[in-house]
């Protein structure tokens, strides 16, 4: 991981703030540039199937992976929301601290996310993981249950082979950077999904909103009359 001490852009004491900013938004657009469309859509299908099954979405993820878990579950409830559509139902398993401090302590750190789903998930649920290293050992063991399970997964990630990408049914590859970076992009991901999640909903039950849109962005989506 890079940390703030072996960052190019601190650690080159003449490097300016204006060719700092440069430098950080070239990667970040390159980085954005490099996410697979197509499992982006995948990832799409995949939780829309969920929410016509009205089954529940968790979700986990660790330091500011577990806030885009958090976020992510808010879009899902708000964001993709359409009148008239079944609703998104999420758990955070990063949120409760009673039951992330009971499982530390009682037990440990890695079980913390596995132990809430081990009496809360069904099969026929959906689990999503964001990691910027695959290899978190909380987020392995969740996606370890889900498989034991046979319940779907889709992991937000790092590109290349880790133990997160190998327990997933889908994953949405991010290309490795400084984890700034990938923060940034996978939060563009999870945006994007709920953007099209959202545009799903609409052609699902309120056709006569969207007939005449060539594309689900065209408008923003206060503007869309439903």
Do not use: W
């Amino acid at each position: 991981m890079q940390f703030l001490d072996d960052d190019p852009l601190i650690a080159k004491k003449d490097f300016g703030v204006q060719a700092a900013l440069d430098a950080y938004f070239e990667e970040l657009s390159g980085v954005l540039a490099a996410l697979p469309r197509e499992k982006i859509a995948a990832a799409v299908k995949i939780c829309d199937e969920t929410r016509r099954k009205n089954r529940t979405v968790y979700l986990c993820g660790n330091g500011g992976s577990a806030a885009a878990a958090t976020h992510f579950a808010a879009d899902l409830s708000k964001v993709a929301y359409v009148p008239g559509c079944a609703r998104f139902r999420t758990c955070v398993l990063s949120d409760n601290t009673s039951t992330l401090t009971a499982y530390s302590n009682d037990e440990s750190y890695d079980r913390a996310f596995r132990g809430q789903m081990e009496g809360l998930a069904t099969r026929s649920d959906l689990l999503i993981g964001i990691s910027t290293s695959g290899i978190s050992a909380s987020v392995v063991e969740a996606f370890a249950f889900a498989r034991s399970e046979g319940m779907s997964s889709i992991a937000i990630t790092r590109d290349g082979d880790t133990p997160l990408s190998r327990l997933a049914t889908a994953v949405v590859s991010v290309r490795p950077a400084r984890i700034q970076v990938m923060e940034d992009a996978q939060m563009a991901v999870l945006h994007a999904i709920s953007i099209m999640l959202r545009f799903a909903a609409e052609t699902e039950c309120s056709g006569a909103c969207v007939q005449d849109r060539a594309r689900p962005t065209s408008k923003p989506i206060r503007d869309v009359p439903c």
